[in-house]
């Protein structure tokens, strides 16, 4: 069965860097990409990029841009999503997503469980 | 960007009772290829979302045949013709059509009276 987990709960302070893992199983890791969701406390869903596994291309939600870098290591099935000066206003679950493997509308028919990040002086 | 709206942000229903949620589009959701690409999420409390609806009206493997999707162009609904205790939670619908601009309504929580 398809299954992504994801890194355990992190605390960081304002100005550091973060990078959450999403291990996949369950299915061919190159035949699809990832999408990584945030969710603020209380809040909705906000989509922050897609990265293909297959060969590696991204794209990044435009207020993203600059501070997130997504990666992924096809030996061991894992994406990766780097999120760099963090704020307060970062403080929120992020999600990863199964998708497409191509720059097209996207699946999101399996998430992963979801990872903490709480940004705090 | 391409704005979601939902309706109602609040949902009560008595269990047994038929529920219904809008969502809206500032722009159509046809894509060039033919296809429509508004899905809807349940997210239970504590619990990460999961697909409910494809393309409209496509119901993902195990979900109950009581949820059902609709619509076209910049109009979709989904119902829960009967309401069980487990379908307490928030509801989204998302819009692919637009990629990369993905987007996400806002939610709808649907709760039992």
């Known amino acids: 069965q398809v299954q992504l987990v994801q890194s355990g709960a992190e605390v960081k302070k304002p100005g550091a860097s973060v990078k959450v893992s999403c291990k996949a199983s369950?299915?061919?890791?190159?035949?699809?990409?990832i999408s990584w969701v945030r969710q603020a406390p209380g809040q909705g869903l906000e989509w922050m990029g897609w990265?293909?596994?297959?060969?590696?291309?991204?794209n990044y939600a435009q207020k993203l841009q600059g501070r997130v870098t997504m990666t992924t290591d096809t030996s061991t099935s894992t994406a990766y999503m780097e999120l760099r000066s963090l704020r307060s206003d970062d403080t929120a679950v992020y999600y990863c997503?199964?998708?497409?493997?191509?720059?097209?509308?996207?699946?999101?028919?399996?998430w992963g469980q979801g990872t903490l990040v709480t940004v705090s002086s | 960007d391409v704005v979601m709206t939902q309706s109602p942000l609040s949902l009560p229903v008595t269990l047994g009772q038929p529920a219904s949620i809008s969502c809206r589009s500032s722009?159509?959701?046809?894509?060039?290829?033919?296809?429509?690409?508004l899905n809807w999420f349940q997210q239970r409390p504590g619990q990460s979302p999961r697909r409910l609806i494809y393309?409209?009206?496509n119901r993902d493997s195990g979900v109950p045949d009581r949820f059902s999707g609709s619509g076209s162009g910049t109009d979709f609904t989904l119902k829960i013709s009967r309401v069980e205790a487990e379908d307490v939670g928030v509801y989204y619908c998302?819009?692919?059509?637009?990629?990369?601009?993905?987007?996400f309504g806002g939610g709808t929580k649907v709760e039992i009276k």
């Open positions: 369950g299915y061919t890791f190159t035949s699809y990409g």
């Open positions: 997503a199964r998708d497409e493997w191509e720059p097209r509308p996207g699946l999101f028919d399996y």
């Open positions: 722009q159509s959701l046809v894509h060039s290829d033919g296809n429509t690409y």
């Open positions: 393309k409209v009206s």
């Open positions: 990265i293909s596994a297959y060969n590696g291309n991204t």
């Open positions: 998302m819009q692919g059509t637009h990629w990369p601009l993905l987007t």
